[in-house]
Each structure stands twice: as structure tokens, then as C-alpha cells.
């Protein structure tokens, strides 16, 4: 049952790994149209009155989902120093208490939070002024993200909890678990 679970979190943070990279493309895409659009309308073409507000919309799901690429990969800030300076046992609990920190930052202020914003902003009918996107949708970013770290985390406490090898110096809890 672990291993199905670990084998879920894998394949989502293959997906959304994927989803970034072309989420990103597509940014630098656009962007490079909106530059030439403006550039071009030196000469009489008409620029591009979507390029910019896209930009806008893309760089927001980046950003969330991409965090949530970067704690999947542990990849985001931490006081290392501080945490080698404890006993083995001792960083273990301190990962626990972390990962239950973020996990629940994550349900609150992104899954909950984010879903209360994407359910008030489709009620109220808001939409992008150029693309006429309901914002509701832009809004989706924060809980999927959300839900992503949730998952990730808890992957994470799992391999803390159920993979008893001590923490040495030089070896995270990560590499810890893929030794075993």
C-alpha cells in the first residue's frame, strides 16, 4: 500500500514537472510574440493586446506549481546548519515537526484558502479583461499546488517515520531512505 502510494506521489511530481517545463515555454513563447507584436507595430502590425495579461496568468500557475516542484525535489530554503547540529535522533523529529508545519500550511492557507477564492471569484462572475478568462480558474493554481505539497509531504513524513536509519551528517533524510 506504501509503495502504491509513494509510486502516486512519483508520477505526480513526474506530471507536474512536465506541466512546468511547458508552462514555462509557453511563457517565454508568448513573451518573445508580445516583444516582436510591439516591435512590429513600428512598422504598421497591429500588437498583440493578450501577450502581456497571458504572461501574467502563466507566470502565476509557474510559480505555484513550480513550488511545489521545488519542495517535491527539496529544492526550497532551510537551516541545515542549525539541524546537523543535533543528534541524529533529535533532526529526525525536527523533519517530522517540519513536514507537519508545511503540510498544514499547505491544507489551510492554499488548499482551504485557495478554494474559498476560486469559489468566491467564479460566483462573482470575474473575468480577464483581455483573454475573458474567468479569474477563477487563475485562482485554481494555489489549491492544486497545495494539494501537490500535501502529497509530497506526506511522502516525506512516511519515509521519516518508517525508514528508522540514523541521519549522519552529510546524508539527508532522502538519501537516508534510498539506501535502505
Known amino acids: 500500500m506504501m509503495q502504491s502510494f509513494f509510486k502516486l506521489s512519483d508520477a505526480v511530481q513526474r506530471l507536474l514537472e512536465l506541466l512546468v517545463i511547458l ?7 508568448d513573451v518573445l510574440w508580445g516583444v516582436a507584436a510591439r516591435f512590429g507595430s513600428h512598422f504598421g502590425l497591429s500588437p498583440s493586446l493578450w501577450t502581456e495579461e497571458l504572461a501574467r496568468l502563466l507566470l502565476i500557475w509557474v510559480t505555484f506549481l513550480g513550488a511545489a516542484v521545488g519542495f517535491a525535489r527539496r529544492e526550497h530554503l532551510g537551516l541545515d546548519y542549525f539541524a546537523n547540529k ?4 533529535a533532526r529526525r523529529t525536527l523533519a517530522c515537526v517540519s513536514e507537519l508545519i508545511v503540510i498544514a500550511f499547505a491544507a489551510t492557507a492554499l488548499v482551504y484558502g485557495g478554494m474559498v477564492l476560486v469559489r ?11 483573454l475573458q478568462l474567468k479569474m477563477g480558474y487563475v485562482y ?7 494539494a501537490c505539497i500535501i502529497l509530497f509531504g506526506l511522502k ?3 519515509e521519516l517515520i518508517f525508514h528508522p536509519a540514523p541521519m549522519s551528517q552529510t546524508h539527508d533524510v532522502e538519501t537516508a531512505a534510498r539506501l535502505d
Open 156 to 158: 516525506r513524513l512516511l
Open 120 to 130: 468566491e471569484t467564479l460566483g462573482a462572475g470575474q473575468f480577464t479583461p483581455a
Open 140 to 146: 485554481l493554481a494555489a489549491p492544486i499546488a497545495g
Open 23 to 29: 508552462l514555462v515555454l509557453t511563457l517565454v513563447g
Open 86 to 89: 543535533l543528534h541524529p535522533d
